[in-house]
């Protein structure tokens, strides 16, 4: 995460959780070496459209997961790595609320996708950019268990979002 990305106040409500800590929490993420960074990057760069509004509930092609999460491909993506413990994702989002369909935040509308790993935004994300490859953009649907779980000043109930998963970093190796 750029110095830049740190001194911005922490208004996306996907990364509360994450902000809440401050900017003096230390970093869990190193950075590899130049010459040992693999990066992996969408061949046409973040789109800039986000999707139509959303309908409340996953239509009857979604697939659905063990844990409760449902999903449509929007636009699949290139490749067949996808994102594991540790790595640095870059995405493009747009989040609703279900019960009224209110857009709550949207990168697109901020010019740049956010970063950060998977431990430390809301389960549902962790677990849907962990499936994604770059370039794909899905539409999901994330039960309130796997979101903010009820917490005071946040998007409550099931949230919708339509995620682009923009590049990745993997981890680097352990010493």
Request: glycine residues 10%; contains cysteine; aromatic residues 6%.
């Amino acid at each position: 995460m750029s110095s830049r990305s740190l001194a911005r106040p922490c208004l996306t409500l996907v990364f509360a959780a994450a902000c809440a800590r401050g900017p003096s929490a230390p970093q869990t993420h190193a950075p590899a070496p130049a010459t040992a960074q693999r990066v992996t990057v969408a061949a046409d760069g973040p789109r800039g459209d986000a999707a139509d509004t959303p309908t409340q509930t996953p239509p009857r092609s979604a697939e659905h997961s063990d844990s409760g999460l449902a999903w449509v491909v929007l636009a699949p993506g290139s490749g067949s790595e996808h994102p594991g413990p540790g790595a640095r994702i870059r995405a493009h989002y747009v989040g609703w609320t279900a019960s009224d369909l209110a857009m709550f935040d949207n990168s697109y509308d901020r010019g740049e996708p956010v970063e950060f790993q998977a431990e430390h935004v809301i389960r549902g994300w962790g677990e849907l950019v962990g499936t994604m490859v770059v370039g794909e953009r899905r539409r999901v649907w994330i039960p309130e268990a796997l979101a903010y779980q009820g917490k005071p000043g946040l998007p409550a109930g099931t949230l919708i979002f339509d995620v682009e998963l923009v590049a990745f970093e993997p981890a680097p190796p352990l010493p």
